[in-house]
Structures are given as C-alpha cells and as structure tokens.
C-alpha cells in the first residue's frame, strides 16, 4: 500500500515537473537544429549559436544530442555533405568549390568526409 502510493507521488512529480522540461528541451533543440540549417554555408562556432539561443555549450549539446540522438557537430556535418550532394548533383559545380561553399578547406578532407558520410566519393556524382 505505502509502495502504490510512493509510485503515485513520483509518477505525479514527473508528470508535473517532467514532461515541460522536456518540451522545453526538445524546442530548444529544435532552435539549435533551424540556427544550422539555415547557416550550413556560413563558418558556425558552437560558442557563437549558444549565446544566440541563450544557452551555454554544453547545454545546447545535452539537449541536441537527447533530442536527435546524434551530436550536434555530426548534425553539422551531415547536413553539409548533404547540402554539398545536391550541388554537385544538380547544379553542376565543381568539387573545390562545393568543398568551399560548405566550409570545407581542404579538398581532401572533404572528399573523405563526403564518401565517409555518404559511401560515395564526389567524383561519383
């Protein structure tokens, strides 16, 4: 009987105190995740989206990685190799200046990160 109760009081607590927390983590995240997809051609330093969505870093990380259960730095770069994808594919650049246009310095790196990321080398497209 006092176990039922016990139950009942920490299923409440985490009702009332829980799932807003999470919504609010989960709309932070989903801040985070807009801020990068609208800059994946702009150089994008953590501290810097941090302080524009009023977080500290490692927050901003928790929470991202919680709600999409990748990290953000991998979110980064997955979205710019994609991004890098359909502008070899569809419109036709070259492979240095995609590479640059998804902030990429070197050619090299991003040839390995794009086959790494995507299983095909850029020449392939």
Do not use: H, W
Not at 20 to 40: F, H, M, T
Not at 60 to 76: C, D, E, H, M, W
């Amino acid at each position: 009987r006092i176990e039922q109760l016990a139950l009942r009081i920490i299923e409440s607590l985490v009702q009332k105190t829980g799932k807003p927390e999470c919504d609010q983590s989960v709309e932070k995240a989903r801040k985070v995740q807009a801020y990068i997809d609208g800059a994946l051609t702009e150089p994008i330093n953590l501290q810097d989206v941090a302080i524009e969505l009023g977080m500290s870093v490692s927050k901003l990380q928790r929470v991202f990685k919680q709600a999409f259960g990748i990290t953000v730095i991998s979110y980064l770069r997955r979205q710019r190799l994609l991004l890098a994808y359909q502008l070899l594919r569809y419109d036709g650049q070259s492979i240095s200046q995609v590479a640059s246009t998804v902030q990429y310095k070197s050619n090299s790196n991003f040839s390995i990160a794009f086959k790494r990321e995507l299983g095909v080398s850029p020449t392939e497209i």
